[in-house]
Structures are given as structure tokens and as C-alpha cells.
């Protein structure tokens, strides 16, 4: 069973809502740059969002596809990353699942790093925090999940 890394009353379950309908898919593609391509265009298909909202999602996922490659296996040769996307009752939410930690480095928790505008990098959880709805961490099976939530627009009539 999957171990939270989070405050459980601030956050969102992972668990997907067996109540409503709802739409999700998972993929699994090799850890290299070239491959945010097939995230953004797999994050679009299923989620639906407009406008803004899509744009957001997009950046958050980068974010998090982009940490895989850099602090992870993921980003090694032959590594990979798997990204889930769930279309949920009034939200959508997105998992970034890791290849697991690099050879030689300690097990850690993704965490929000203070800002350093004079440092390159370091942003994706200081995005994904400001932005989500939700967001957490899960570890199991030596592989980290970070996942984050957007509530879908309300439409005004």
C-alpha cells in the first residue's frame, strides 16, 4: 500500500472517485526531453481543459516529467517515467511516476525548495504548490509518485 508523505488533512486522496464517471489514462515513455512532447499531447487529450487552465496543467506536468530526468533513474539511459491523467469529477489529476532513485544517492521526499531567483532550477514544486489545487507524494515500490490536482473551471451561465 502506498505511503503518503503529506499532511492528509491538506491534501487530496490519490485514490481515484469510483462514485462519478470518470476518464484516465496512464502511459509510459523513455526518460529523455524529447518525450514532453507525448506528455503535453497525452495531458490534452484527457484532460479537456480550457484554455488557461490546460496551460497550467501542461507547465506543472513539465515540471514534474522534468524533475524525473534530473533527479532520478528516469533520467538515465533506459530510464523511464510514467504519467497517469485522470478526468475526475470537477477536477483532473495528474501522477508523475519515477523510475526510482539513482545508484548511490539517499532516499528522499520531493519537496518545495525556498526560492533563489539567482539559482537555475529549483522551481517545479514552488510551481506546483502555488498553482494545484492539491499535490502529494507517494512512495512504493522504491519509485516516488508526485501528484497534483486542478479543479476544472466552473462555467458561469
Do not use: Y
Amino acid at each position: 500500500m502506498p505511503r503518503r508523505t503529506i499532511d492528509l488533512g491538506d491534501r487530496a486522496p490519490v485514490v481515484l472517485d469510483t462514485s462519478a464517471q470518470r476518464v484516465g489514462v496512464s502511459v509510459t515513455v523513455d526518460g529523455a526531453a524529447c518525450q514532453a512532447a507525448v506528455l503535453r499531447r497525452h495531458l490534452r487529450t484527457v484532460a479537456a481543459l480550457p484554455g488557461r487552465a490546460m496551460d497550467t496543467l501542461e507547465r506543472l506536468a513539465s515540471e514534474l516529467f522534468n524533475n524525473t530526468l534530473v533527479h532520478t533513474r528516469s533520467g538515465q539511459p533506459g530510464g523511464e517515467v510514467v504519467i497517469t491523467v485522470a478526468r475526475l469529477e470537477g477536477r483532473v489529476q495528474v501522477k508523475v511516476t519515477d523510475g526510482g532513485r539513482r545508484p548511490g544517492t539517499a532516499v528522499s521526499t520531493p519537496h518545495v525548495r525556498p526560492v533563489d531567483p539567482d539559482r537555475a532550477g529549483g522551481w517545479g514544486l514552488f510551481l506546483v504548490d502555488a498553482e494545484a489545487s492539491r499535490w502529494g507524494t507517494l512512495h512504493e515500490g522504491g519509485r516516488t509518485t508526485v501528484w497534483f490536482e486542478l479543479d476544472r473551471p466552473t462555467v458561469r451561465g
